[in-house]
């Protein structure tokens, strides 16, 4: 009886515990008051007043009386969700085969999960420019053989075609953890009653795998309306975030039109993030049995391999295109207007290590700070929402998985005007121009990610190993720190690791908040090194460098993660 | 994992103290890349050991309005960037301060007619710049182009497809480019001419750099630009040249003292150091690619290098600062309604224009031609006249406020009025050449 224990659990908790929830739900309102909801509350704000402070709606007004602002704004939504179907028509089938069929490339698939995720999109932007772009090799090759060549790095569709291989994992990972998920049972009883092939997939599979797919797809859409690196690489000028942006910089702080654009982007991310909640609501997808009875996997034939093969290595193909171009223009001397480069260097790297160390320390501080941050923000909502009966303490949860639909752009800007002229305590320095802003946007931006971690981790935790260390008289914070954290250890990492790598490749705020070349982190430098006219060598050096120093993190942590689990098991089953 | 914690506190701790307690630390704001800006850091640094130079890479319109942003006492102390017209609006916010020792004697007072320095004294040429065609020679090659010498060429129906510009809003020099065809050419004139050459256009790129780097790599094969991000190009081994058409304008690029700087002694000696003999020798770095303005008696250039007062006094265009200064927020604005938003729409009647123009000449036929000049005048004709752009109401508009709704509606209303124009005629002038080459057959 779980369910019961768990509440008299949390029962004794409650009448045990002293101000420390209080204090602790305190604390972190307090944080997400002031890094999250002023920040981005001022930025609203600014949208709706005229000169004199007044309420108006003009400037809204204003916005959708500009052909190029309501362009702008379709513009944003069509590559969003020509970038979420796109994802699909990639992730989809990838899920299905791995977890479907005994099948032996069940390794690539899950490395094609992180490395996208792993470069930042506007890197991927540049490195395809010259794969796919107008004199890219894919065409200059086509136009020597056949005289054809294929504009798919042009404007929107470029967009849309960097924006899918670049979030596609999204889904890709969420849907496999969703199908890993179905009864196996719900598969048979389809076959018996005599569902196959596509129709068990189109009415039984997919449809059990939904919260999955949502959640992925509700992310892809929400990430691509907001990214701004990939269309300015591109030159791409007529989408929202590009629009929020220049105006912003070349207008002024003070053009309301950028805020609106800011309010507009805000409303969307929050929409998509509703309607997948939406579409989920009041359905059950829980399955009774764990465990037991995975979907059933079955052997591909000979035919269908060649397929499946054949779809995965096109996939590799496209999808590994942008680290394999930036590889070899890490490496050129000269690369113009040709297949391959004319000559190979390794001058570029002596550039990145010589003058551009600073900036790895500099993501390796703030990321983990940041990630850091986020896991005991996270440990500690996980436990106020499931282990106490603090009245408003679900807010908690809402508050800070609405960051998940604010863009970085809107919350850098939030804090540049939210804490304009405020001075560092103890100095003259603004707070604006020290590198703890910067650190707190990618905090604040990546919380939602470890908050789900945590809660699931703790979820994972009966409670009945807590009431066996406090009856043993531990005190409430001894078993937190001695028996929950560790129990929990598997998915801090997780979560940790999920901020850490979001983090490092965050442009869009860093590129607003950075206020001297000593703080950029690399995917600043990298932004910075790749407008550079003596050659893009060094961008693309340290792009080298961030996939691995970020691969690296992950692989280590993910095999860290994997031990620990299995010894917590052990430690749990002893 | 929690010692770990506490030993990355301690770490940021200290990181946070060392930040804070720089001093004797100049900022420089600029708009220049990465190469030039770290070799003059590197130069000084090493000739300075106790000061330190930061870098704040923005580009001019960013850092403009950055400064302005900041309150006095926390601005960066050097502003240095190559258009004229940021320190002119900075200076007419007073945030700029004169540092009249820090000018090298030996420079000369003008560039051709251009004076080096500031006549008020607020900001001083540090460098020159000329503005210029680049292209990449292997693209012209496979394509079967021959290079271009003046703008004039730009419009020749064979280079459809194949010119890139950045904005002039986002872009600094872009806009000094257009400012010195409008000013050479006359104000109707001019925009005809830009707007024909912007009709061949493959794309309006968002900072100046995407040009060059467009060129270097083939992506474009010529592109509109400031000179030494082509000579760096060029002298980094990229297959690309750039050559001054006679509608050139050389202009210094400048460096100024801002206003309620922190460190304004030590940012005069790193303002003097880049005027003085190893610091305008970098220049010549084949990575940065300048032109000093200190005459080349007094320095090395490598050979073949070119020589800014040969080049200035060519050159056609007298540039008119002020005149520039005047009309900036209108030119950039109408730039960007008319081309930047609107490129797809140019193009296609730019492209429906050259079809008829060579289906007219292979089969001459009265109406046709008739239609084709309708066409062309649709097309090419700037939306803002002459006299308008010389009225001062005008211009006062688009200096007001955009935080008043009712201005910000007035010039969103003029935008969008330019924006509308501008598609539909455009696409009027693409059924005109349409229906022009149907009468040729």
Known sequence: ?574 | MQRSIRVVALAAGLWAVTQTAAAGTVTVITSFPKELTTAYQKAFEAAHPGIKIEILNKNTTAAVAYIRELPEGQRPDVMWASAPDAFEVLASYKLLQSAPEVVNKSAPAKIGNYPLNDPKGMYYGQALAGYGIEWNTRYLKAHKLTPPKEWSDLVRPEYFGHIAISSPSRSGTTQLTVETILQGEGWDKGWTQLLQIMGNAAAVTDRSFAVPDGVNNGQYGIGIVIDFLALAGKYSGYPVDFTYPSMTAVVPANIALVAGARNAGEAKQFMAFTMSVPGQQLLFDPKIGRLPMLPYSMLKPPAGYPVPQDIAKRAKVQFNSELSGQRYPVVISLFDQMVTFRLKELQAATKAIHEATAALKARPNARGNELLAQARSLAYTSLVGADNVKNPEFLELFRKSRRDVAVSKQLTGMEQLWSEKARANYERARQLADEARGLAK
């Open chain 1, 1 to 574: 009886m779980p369910a019961i224990t768990l509440q008299s659990g949390t029962r004794r908790a409650l009448a045990h515990a002293g101000p420390g929830p209080w204090i602790a739900f305190g604390l972190i309102l307090a944080f997400l008051l002031c890094l999250l909801v002023l920040p981005v509350g001022t930025v609203i704000y600014t949208a709706f007043v005229t000169e004199g402070g007044a309420l108006t709606l003009g400037h809204f007004g204003n916005f959708f009386g500009q052909l190029v602002f309501r362009e702008s704004f379709f513009n944003s939504l069509w590559v969003a969700l020509a970038s979420t179907f796109f994802a699909s028509v990639i992730a989809v089938p990838l899920a299905y085969l791995t977890v479907r069929f005994e099948f032996r490339g069940a390794l690539l698939i899950q490395t094609l999960g992180v490395l996208p995720l792993v470069m930042p999109p506007f890197v991927g932007a540049v490195a395809l420019q010259l794969i796919f772009g107008r004199s890219g090799s894919v065409n200059l090759l086509l136009g020597d053989w056949f005289d054809i060549t294929i504009p798919i790095m042009d404007g929107l569709v470029g967009v849309t075609f960097v924006e899918s291989i670049h979030y596609f994992p999204f889904i890709l990972l969420n849907l496999v953890a969703a199908m890993c998920n179905i009864d196996g049972a719900m598969e048979e009883s389809a076959l018996n009653l005599g569902a196959r092939g596509w129709r068990l997939f189109r009415r039984v599979i997919f449809p059990l795998a939904m919260p999955g797919y949502l959640a992925g797809a509700a992310l892809v859409f929400v990430k691509v309306f907001d990214d701004l690196g990939t269309p300015l690489v591109m030159g791409v000028t007529n989408m929202l975030a590009p629009q929020a942006y220049l105006r912003i910089t070349s207008v002024g702080v003070d053009d309301p039109l950028g805020y609106v654009i800011s309010v507009i982007m805000v409303g969307f991310s929050i929409l998509a993030l509703w309607l997948a909640a939406r579409v989920m609501k009041g359905r059950d997808y829980a399955t009774l049995q764990k465990g037991g009875g995975a979907l059933h996997k079955r052997r591909l034939s000979a035919w269908e391999a060649v397929l499946a093969y054949g779809w995965i290595l096109l996939v590799l193909l496209v999808v590994l295109a942008p680290h394999a171009g930036i590889l070899l223009m890490s490496f050129a001397q000269v690369w113009s207007y040709s297949v391959l480069p004319d000559a190979y260097t390794l001058a570029h790297y002596a550039t990145v290590f010589g003058d551009a160390g600073h900036m790895m320390g500099n993501t390796l501080l703030y990321c983990l700070l940041a990630a850091g941050l986020d896991v005991v923000l996270g440990t500690a909502i996980a436990y106020l929402i499931l282990r106490t009966r603090l009245p408003v303490r679900q807010w908690l949860d809402w508050l800070a998985s609405a960051a998940l639909a604010i863009p970085g752009l809107v919350l850098a800007i939030g804090y540049l005007r939210l804490f304009k002229g405020v001075t560092l305590p103890g100095s003259d320095r603004l707070l604006v121009q020290t590198w703890v802003l910067i650190m707190l946007a990618y905090a604040v931006r990546r919380l939602p990610y470890a908050l789900r971690s945590c809660m699931a981790a703790l979820q994972q935790v009966h409670v009945s190993l807590e009431e066996a260390a406090q009856s043993l008289g531990a005190s409430r914070l001894s078993t937190l720190r001695r028996v929950v954290v560790p129990l929990m250890a598997g998915g801090i990492l997780a979560g940790f690791v999920t901020s850490f790598i979001t983090a490092a490749v965050e442009l869009s705020a860093t590129l607003v908040l950075v206020s001297t070349e000593s703080q950029a982190p690399m995917s600043l430098g990298i932004y910075l090194y790749m407008q550079s006219i003596a050659g893009r060598g060094p961008g693309a050096a340290l792009g080298v460098l961030a996939v691995l120093v970020v691969g690296l993190g992950t692989y280590f942590s993910h095999r860290f993660v994997e031990r620990s689990r299995a010894t917590v098991q052990s430690t749990v089953k002893a």
